[in-house]
């Protein structure tokens, strides 16, 4: 038997203006990744670690019902548009089984 499954997926690009120190961009991601992880997400850091002004996060969430996973895409990007950071660019995608992943390219 063949069960439903779907992969949400969120690649954002964050700018930090107001950061001076990778202390302060750590703070904020620590925030974000606890938001994102409290919706049931799986969040990481992508991208160069160095950058004190710039960050790259993915966080993904799997379930059997593709409108959960939509639902859950459609709260975390709410979570993205915060004044804290100025979000450079989201990507969303769901994946299904025997679908590939797009390629995302920076900016």
Not at 63 to 89: I, K, N, Y
């Amino acid at each position: 038997m063949r069960v439903p499954c779907y992969l949400g997926l969120v690649r954002a690009e964050l700018y930090f203006r107001g950061a001076r120190t990778l202390k302060d961009r750590r703070g904020h991601l620590r925030s974000l990744k606890d938001r994102l992880s409290n919706l049931g997400f799986s969040v990481s850091q992508v991208g160069p670690s160095n950058l004190v002004q710039q960050a790259w996060v993915a966080a993904v969430i799997v379930s059997g019902s593709r409108a959960r996973v939509l639902s859950a895409l459609d709260r975390a990007d709410r979570l993205f548009q915060d004044p804290e950071w100025e979000l450079s660019a989201l990507e969303k995608d769901i994946i299904s089984d025997g679908e590939q992943l797009p390629d995302w390219e920076t900016v």
